[in-house]
Each structure stands twice: as structure tokens, then as C-alpha cells.
DNA sequence: CTATTTTTGCAACACTGTTGCAAATATTTT
DNA sequence: AAAATATTTGCAACAGTGTTGCAAAAATAG
């Protein structure tokens, strides 16, 4: 079990049922989920607005992750998830199987240091690579 | 010029004027554009419908290239540029401004090689690299 | 417990994606 | 070049997400 009380307690935001619930929900999952996928798995029958609120503040606090995988599809990740702390620290790549459609985290490989033009200031990536996974590639 | 028939003959579409416009636009373009940015350059009213629908027959048919910047921003490319042929044949990274919102190719650096874990295939990558220009950096 | 602050749900609108279908246009065949 | 065929276009329509304003409800501070 999570401590999502104080996740929420660190940035100040008040302690709702909905932001319990999609803590619990990103710390209880392996994949990244959609707005949808979080919404399915909500207890009650909540606003979207306001899902789609929560999403963004906790996003913008940082406890939440926002993978931007293609103009239809964007997943939220908990990074400091119970049995993977740390592991989100770096840099990463993500996966999308084009068959399934899960997203992960390949949080074992780390990506090069990114350069830029001289002048240029990075602030944050996405790196998403499409493809099929093996669970999909051994149903064929 | 460019050899806009060439391009649409060799996939076996037909030569409609917004197809060679989208193609003129973009191959004049040092950016990448939205779908918007390239609807405002189209000389005539098209339907938005039907620019969505050729957008996205050229890039299956892999004219364009889309970078997929975040849920609300999409941007194409043409890479065979007339001035730039060859420089987007490897991967590369993307460089979205995050206060002017240009998004240029950063075609002069090629990341090292995905390495995915055992039984995953590969079929395409999305990087994109959010920051500060340097235009905008110096405005400030 | 009360006052204050924050969050929620609802209505409303914007934009992109997406499909079906008939009219218009492009291509192929005679 | 005209007719036949294949492709594309514009329009209507609907879906999903993003986004805001506002009053009611819930959470937090005092
Ligand atoms: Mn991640
Ligand atoms: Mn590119
Ligand atoms: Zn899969
Ligand atoms: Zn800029």
C-alpha cells in the first residue's frame, strides 16, 4: 500500500476520493494508463472535467507522468510507484505495441545525454517506440 | 521546385491540386507544420476532412513523416525535402519550443540504437525534445 | 463547529479524428 | 477526345478530449 496521502500532503492538494483512487490505481498497474483506462477502473461514476483536472495538476505537480504517444493516445505513469521506486529517475524510452497497445516504461536502458543546438535549452523529452511486443509476436 | 507528381505517382495517388499544395507547402517549409498551419497556407478553402484524409494517406504511404508532439499538437514533414534530401534517412530528435512552439528536426544528430528487451520489435520511434530556442531564449 | 479554500459536477464550446455517402474530379480505356 | 471506371472531395454527423465558467459540495483551517 501507497502513501498517497502524503504524495498529495507534499504539493499541498487536498486529499479528494478521486485523486486517492487514481494513485492506488497507477500504483497498482505495470503499464501506463489512458484518461479512459483510469476512468474504467474508478470506483464511482466521476465527472471527466474533473478526471481530466486531476490529470493535468497532478501531472504538473510532478507526481505524475504524462507519455505522449501519438495525437489520440497519451498515458499517465505514477513514477514513485511502491515497487519500483527509483527507477523512473532517469531519462527513459517507452514502448507502445502497435498490436495490444500497452505502453511501458523501459526504465532499464537510459539514452544517451541529448544535445542540442548551441543556444537551445532542453526541459523535458518523450521517447516512444512503436512496435509489436513479444507477448503479441508469439500469438501469431 | 520539387517533383510533387513524381512523389504521388510512385505510391499510385492521384495528382489532386491540395495534394501538391500540401507537398509545396511543406517542402518550402524549415518547419515542421500542424495540420492547421498547413490548412492556413492552402491557397483555396478546402474541406478540413479531406486535408485530414491526405494527410494521412501521404504518411502511410510514407511521403510525410509525423512527429506526434503531445495530445493537442501534430506536426508533418516532408523529408525528402528539395534542399535537405538524405539528412532525414536515420532516426533523429525533435525540438519543440515551448514558447514559440516551432518544432525544427534535429537532423545533425542521430541517437545510438534502440536496444529493446528480448522477443520486442521495432517499427518506428517518436523523440521529441521540449525546451527554449535560442530566438526565444534571447528575447528575454 | 464555523469560516475559508479547494474541488466537483454540469453546461457549453472548440478542435481533431472518423465514417458514410453522393457529387465532383482524375485516370484509364476505347 | 469521349466514355467508362476509379479515386477524391465536400458535407453531414458523431465521438473523444481539451478547456472554461460557475454554483454546489467537500475538504481544510481556525
Ligand atoms: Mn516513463
Ligand atoms: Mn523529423
Ligand atoms: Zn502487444
Ligand atoms: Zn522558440
Redesign the interface.
Known amino acids: 500500500m501507497m502513501q498517497t496521502e502524503k504524495l498529495l500532503q507534499n504539493v499541498r492538494l487536498s486529499q479528494t476520493n478521486m485523486r486517492k483512487e487514481i494513485l492506488d490505481i497507477l500504483d497498482d498497474s505495470s503499464l501506463a494508463l489512458s484518461m479512459n483506462e483510469i476512468k474504467l477502473r474508478l470506483k464511482s461514476n466521476y465527472n471527466r472535467v474533473t478526471l481530466y483536472r486531476n490529470l493535468k495538476v497532478l501531472t504538473e505537480k510532478g507526481i505524475l507522468h504524462q507519455i ?4 489520440q493516445d ?1 498515458k499517465y505513469v505514477l513514477p514513485l510507484k511502491t515497487d519500483k521506486a527509483g527507477e523512473h529517475d532517469q531519462e527513459h ?1 517507452h ?1 507502445k505495441c ?1 498490436m495490444c497497445n500497452e505502453v511501458k516504461c ?1 526504465t532499464d ?1 537510459h ?2 545525454q ?21 507477448t503479441c ?2 500469438k501469431n
Open positions: 505522449h504517444i501519438d495525437r497519451s524510452l514502448f502497435l523501459l536502458q539514452p544517451e541529448v544535445v542540442l543546438p548551441e543556444g537551445y535549452e532542453k526541459i523535458e523529452v518523450n521517447f516512444v517506440v512503436y512496435g509489436i511486443c513479444r509476436k508469439n
